[in-house]
């Protein structure tokens, strides 16, 4: 099975900080790469969806980047709200593996 | 807005089966643009995909469950459930239904999560 791996797993950034998270695929599954973000107690949200298309509603500060193997979640400016865990998912095929996840937290 | 609802039993015997409804309102189940998964999530962990289920009653199975799982949809009760067989602690967990779009593959609307503890 294809293996989904973000770095880094944790992160500490300031509101305003440009932030990055990367998600490796262990194989090429093209452009089929979902981005969601999650809140404590709270089920996860849709940002991006086909790498690099974003969810209607979504702010445009969050962007989406990469095919194959190599994928980025980019956040321009952080807002307060954007502290939350980040997990990507492959939706080419079955298994629809997540990432490990990125927290990221206020510096 | 279509809204998802997981209900079912939130403390379950080890050994005995797990067994979760999800349903979905705002939209027919039916709809053949989408697909309906089944995800969890241990405590302070990350997100597992279980599996999902088209309408059409073809089902996909994550291998590390495959064995324990199934899937089903009732169109009629606009529902689809999930059973896990043979559970041990290791499965206790939020578990989260959502839907999936057809094409792109995009989780676009997920049910609020339910806790199920394994535990005698």
């Known amino acids: 099975d294809i293996q989904m791996t973000q770095s880094p797993s944790s992160l500490s950034a300031s509101v305003g900080d440009r932030v990055t998270i990367t998600c490796r695929a262990s194989?090429?599954?093209?452009?089929?790469l979902n981005w969601y973000q999650q809140k404590p107690g709270k089920a996860p949200i849709l940002l991006i969806f086909?790498?690099?298309s974003l969810q209607s509603g979504v702010p445009s500060r969050f962007s989406g980047s990469g095919s194959g193997t190599d994928f980025t979640l980019t956040i321009s400016s952080l807002q307060p709200e954007d502290f939350a865990t980040y997990y990507c998912?492959?939706?080419?095929?079955?298994?629809?593996?997540f990432g490990g996840g990125t927290k990221v937290e206020i510096k | 807005q279509v809204q998802l609802q997981e209900s079912g039993p939130g403390l379950v015997k080890p050994s005995q089966t797990l067994s979760l409804t999800c349903t979905v309102s705002?939209?027919?189940?039916?709809?053949?643009?989408?697909?309906w998964n089944w995800i969890r999530q241990p405590a302070g962990k990350g997100l597992e995909w279980i599996g999902r289920?088209?309408?059409?009653?073809?089902?996909?199975?994550n291998p590390s469950l495959r064995s324990r799982v199934t899937i089903s949809v009732d169109t009629s009760k606009n529902q689809f459930s999930l059973k896990l067989s043979s559970v041990t602690a290791a499965d206790t967990a939020v578990y989260y239904c959502?839907?999936?779009?057809f094409g792109s593959g995009k989780g676009d609307y997920w049910g609020q999560g339910t806790l199920v503890t394994v535990s005698s």
């Open positions: 289920i088209y309408t059409s009653g073809s089902t996909n199975y």
């Open positions: 194989q090429s599954i093209s452009s089929y």
């Open positions: 705002g939209d027919s189940i039916s709809s053949g643009s989408y697909y």
């Open positions: 998912q492959r939706s080419d095929n079955p298994p629809l593996t």
């Open positions: 959502a839907r999936g779009v």
């Open positions: 086909g790498a690099s």
